[in-house]
């Protein structure tokens, strides 16, 4: 069974850091492209990036509402994917969600997020 | 990049089909065929409807079907349930390597 459990979400001051963490497991985490993805209260949701699987150069794209400021990596041999957020301000407030891409090192990436974690709330605040 | 359009809300009686549509530009929609929907619940994750534009996830009903045409792609569920009541999102890849969402479209099943 495929299972995705972020971890890491609080209550943080603007200007401060946090990192998110997602752990997998139930399948072979390093054929597939894992997102970060966030909802803010009663908004929509929105994507906030993605790190490539090392078979396609295990690089890594971001929105422009996020990029410089956060930063998204991954452990293949622990199965994790890490979302680093810095400069962290009121409006990135939201539940984080971790995804894993339908598509695997044959198909490629797909951008068809299929499976996901329950979600972690970060809430940035003074 | 500008979110994807979709109507803000659908609404359609137990039986029926309704379509709801998510308009792009030649940028993301109309460009590729990267184009997913997905269904949420209150307070749930979301869950994968539709992907390749018109490619379904196995465990997903053939009730729910989705297509493209040029900027436009349409998510068509036939035989509306009373659980298919949810918010629905679509989305595209673009040609930034981004992903951008629609603003979503709450589904009210009368």
């Known amino acids: 069974e495929v299972q995705l459990v972020e971890s890491g979400g609080g209550l943080v001051q603007p200007g401060r850091s946090l990192r998110l963490s997602c752990a997998t497991s139930?399948?072979?985490?390093?054929?597939?492209?894992m997102g970060w993805f966030r909802q803010a209260p009663g908004k929509g949701l929105e994507w906030v990036g993605f790190?490539?699987?090392?078979?396609?150069?295990?690089?890594?794209e971001y929105a422009a509402s996020v990029k410089g400021r956060f930063t998204i990596s991954r452990d293949d041999s622990k199965s994790f994917a890490y979302l680093q957020m810095n400069s962290l301000k009121t409006e990135d407030t939201a539940v984080y969600y971790c995804?894993?891409?339908?598509?695997?090192?044959?198909?490629?990436?797909?951008?068809?997020?299929?499976?996901w974690g329950q979600g972690t709330l970060v809430t940035i605040s003074s | 990049q500008s979110a994807l359009t979709q109507p803000a809300s659908v609404s359609g009686s137990p039986g029926q089909s309704i379509t709801i549509s998510c308009t792009g530009t030649?940028?993301?929609?109309?460009?590729?065929?990267?184009v997913s929907w997905y269904q949420q619940h209150p307070g749930e994750a979301p869950k994968l409807m539709s992907y390749?534009?018109?490619r379904r996830p196995s465990g997903v009903s053939d009730r729910f079907s989705g297509s493209k045409s040029g900027n436009t792609a349409s998510l068509t569920i036939s035989g509306l349930q009373p659980e298919d009541e949810a918010d629905y999102y679509c989305?595209?890849?673009?040609?930034?390597?981004?992903?951008?969402f629609g603003g979503g479209t709450k589904l009210t099943v009368l």
């Open positions: 995804s894993r891409d339908r598509g695997d090192i044959v198909t490629g990436y797909l951008a068809a997020y299929e499976f």
């Open positions: 390749y534009a018109s």
């Open positions: 139930g399948f072979t985490f390093g054929d597939h492209a």
């Open positions: 790190i490539r699987s090392k078979a396609y150069g295990g690089t890594t």
């Open positions: 989305s595209s890849y673009t040609s930034s390597s981004t992903v951008i």
């Open positions: 030649s940028s993301d929609v109309g460009g590729y065929n990267y």
